[in-house]
C-alpha cells in the first residue's frame, strides 16, 4: 500500500506499508519534503499506515533507517516503536531497525 501526500497539487510526502509476513508489516519510503516537515504530515502518514495494519490483521509493524535521520528517528520513537537488533536489512544503510507491537 502507498499513500502520497499532495498540497495544492504538489506531493509533499510518501509513505508505504509492506507485507513482510503473516500478521507483520513494513513502514516504508516515508519521507516528507523538506519545506514541509513539521507540520505533522509525517505522523499522519504513519497513523495512516498503522490503521491499515491494525485493519489488515498486523501484531507488528517494523522499519529500517538510518543514524542519521535524527527527526524521523524521534518521530517514530513519539509514536511508540522501540529499538531492535537490526536483522536481515535489505537495505545497504540501514543501522537501525525498530518495531511497534499493535494490539488488536
Known sequence: FIWVATLDGAVVGTAALIKEADH???LAKMSV???Y???GLGRRLIDTCLDKARALGAAKVEL???HQLASALKLYERVGFR?????NSPFE???IKME???TT
Open 24 to 26: 507483520c508489516y513494513e
Open 83 to 87: 529499538y531492535v537488533p537490526v536483522s
Open 100 to 102: 511497534l507491537l499493535l
Open 33 to 35: 519534503a523538506p519545506d
Open 64 to 66: 529500517f533507517s538510518n
Open 93 to 95: 544503510t540501514a543501522d
Open 37 to 39: 516537515r513539521g507540520q
